[in-house]
């Protein structure tokens, strides 16, 4: 009886530090993906083989499709938001030339809106430190990335691919949690990835003439993503988002930029100023407070 909670939450932290450190080691893959395809012709290439990755699983397993098409819809509108929306965005935004330090900035404005549409809207309700914690968890991103901001980088059609980016993330983890609560994360995965290649593809051809410098390291860097982060990251955030409040996981997206600085600091020997030092302790705390759940 003892082991239950145990379990339970050694499950959860578990999904959540997988998430995490995935999620924070992601623009490494991505800034080396995107020296051998643009933004668009590399998450084409990275879907198809998600694609592949996932037909065997889902044949194998049986996985459950969508019960009605009320569910099919939901699950496509689901994964054009986090897919198509938020990938295109993000890439877009770094191959056009804004440094990965504005872009986690901007996107990591992404749990406190999350906490303001999810109080409005969803019935979560905050309590003083947690409303705390989602604004110490901004400032201390702000912290970490701070050497690496230069607002003379921001481009206009930059700045828009980053609030698309920001829209779909943030749009996606919250229709998922209310009108995917029930589907299949296997057989939701490999519809939502056949609907997003159905509509980067066009996008690669016409924009991107679909050219592509072929070598491992591209090769290295989509099996990362899709295997790491899609498939197994994504699934995780799902889970974590059934399991528990919008707010609350969320609020982890905090602790990304964490993960690169230290990625930065063991491959390229970027060693972290004093500032980010304290922005990642300050981090730390916000997210603390807003998950903490104390005693029940």
């Known amino acids: 009886m003892k082991s239950a909670p145990f379990t339970s939450r050694g499950y959860d932290a578990f999904l959540a530090w997988y998430f995490v450190s995935i999620w924070g080691s992601g623009f490494l893959a991505t800034k080396i993906g995107l020296l051998y395809a643009a933004p668009f012709t590399f998450l084409t290439l990275r879907f198809i083989f998600g694609i592949a990755c996932l037909v065997p699983i889902v044949w194998w397993t049986r996985a459950p499709w969508p019960a009605t098409r009320r569910d099919f819809f939901h699950v496509i509108v689901a994964g054009l938001l986090m897919h198509a929306m938020h990938l295109g965005g993000s890439h877009y935004s770094q191959y056009l030339g804004i440094s990965a330090g504005i872009v986690a900035v901007l996107l990591s404005v992404q749990p406190v809106i999350t906490a303001l549409i999810a109080a ?27 050497h690496k901001i230069d607002v003379r980088e921001i481009t206009p059609g930059g700045l828009i691919a980053v609030i ?43 924009c991107e003439g679909f050219a592509v410098q072929w070598a491992w390291q591209l090769f290295a860097a989509i099996v990362f993503l899709v295997i790491g982060a899609s498939i197994l990251a994504v699934n995780a955030l799902h889970t974590l988002m ?24 063991i491959l390229f020997d970027i060693v972290p100023s004093a500032l980010a030092v304290a922005g990642i302790a300050v981090t730390c705390a916000g997210v603390a407070l807003v998950t903490w759940s104390g005693r029940r």
């Open 242 to 265: 059934r399991r528990g409040a919008a707010t609350r996981v969320t609020s982890l997206l905090y602790l990304t930029p964490i993960f690169a600085v230290v990625l930065e600091f």
């Open 164 to 206: 698309i980016s920001l829209a779909g993330v943030t749009a996606g983890t919250l229709y998922t949690r209310a009108f995917c609560p029930r589907v299949d994360l296997r057989s939701a995965a490999l519809v939502q990835f056949i609907v997003t290649g159905v509509t980067l593809a066009p996008l690669a051809w016409i």
């Open 120 to 146: 409005r809207w969803m019935g979560e309700r905050l309590a003083p430190r947690q409303w705390l914690g989602v604004a110490l968890g901004f400032a201390g991103v702000l912290l970490i990335v701070w």
